[in-house]
């Protein structure tokens, strides 16, 4: 089974931009969840989707949005890119979403490194 | 709201020596605990999970943790440590539909 692929790898953008993010999950799983990490903030949780409905959301400004299609691949989206975004954002996904079900950990993808400059 | 510490921002330990990572949470209710660890430009491998039952938990790679609910903890040990397992190692604690993740511990292998 072909694990959680994130696309691109890397991106470099310029402040005030938007940028788009991609995440294909492990056959089957439905949901799909996004995280940011950073050395100053460590891991954070963004958002969570399920057959294309946002159910959770971390503590992020509007800014940061995504969706999830009917094949559960998800996107995220930033518009007006500021320099404290640059980050590696990682994507998860698991068969139910972790706290529905005792076998269903998350299975994070190599992430997406991007740079605000 | 729930927390999770991981009191040791490095640890440097020799090859083949034995190895511990603490982890503290603070939770209300009894909750799903994980390690991951993350080697250089990848993403976070899942090495073993708590739910409930058995609070000694196995995982791959040689690795095992120990649930405490007393002193809500729930350390991660290996008896004989590789080269290869030098990386950074996040405990986390889900409740919901999120993780919590501690800051991290990186781990570094002298010959």
């Known amino acids: 089974k072909a694990g959680v692929t994130q696309t691109p790898r890397y991106l470099i953008k310029t402040r005030g931009q938007q940028v788009t993010l991609s995440c294909s999950p492990i056959?089957?799983?439905?949901?799909v969840s996004w995280y940011q990490q950073t050395p100053g903030q460590g891991l954070q949780f963004l958002f969570e989707?399920?057959?294309?409905?946002?159910?959770n959301k971390g503590n992020f400004p509007g800014r940061f949005s995504g969706r999830q299609f009917s094949n559960s691949r998800s996107e995220m989206n930033v518009s007006t890119l500021e320099l404290g975004d640059s980050a590696l954002y990682l994507c998860?996904?698991?068969?139910?979403?972790?706290?529905?079900?005792?076998?269903?950990?998350?299975?994070f993808g190599n992430g997406t490194r991007l740079t605000v400059t | 709201a729930q927390s999770v510490t991981q009191p040791d921002i490095h640890i440097t330990v020799s090859e083949g020596a034995s190895l511990e990572l603490r982890c503290n949470y603070s939770?209300?209710?009894?909750?799903?605990l994980f390690w991951y660890v993350q080697s250089p430009g990848q993403g976070l491998q899942l090495l073993l999970k708590?739910?409930?039952?058995?609070?000694l938990v196995q995982g791959i790679k040689g690795f095992e943790a120990e649930f405490k609910r007393s002193q809500s903890s729930f350390n991660l040990r290996k008896p004989s440590v590789h080269w290869s397992d030098a990386a950074e190692y996040f405990c986390?604690?889900?409740?919901?539909?999120?993780?919590?993740f501690g800051k991290g511990t990186s781990l570094l292998v002298t010959p």
């Open positions: 998860a996904s698991s068969p139910e979403g972790q706290g529905h079900s005792n076998n269903s950990p998350l299975h």
């Open positions: 056959s089957g799983h439905r949901s």
């Open positions: 989707y399920f057959s294309e409905t946002q159910r």
């Open positions: 939770y209300g209710a009894t909750p799903y």
């Open positions: 708590y739910f409930s039952g058995d609070t």
């Open positions: 986390a604690v889900g409740a919901g539909d999120a993780l919590n």
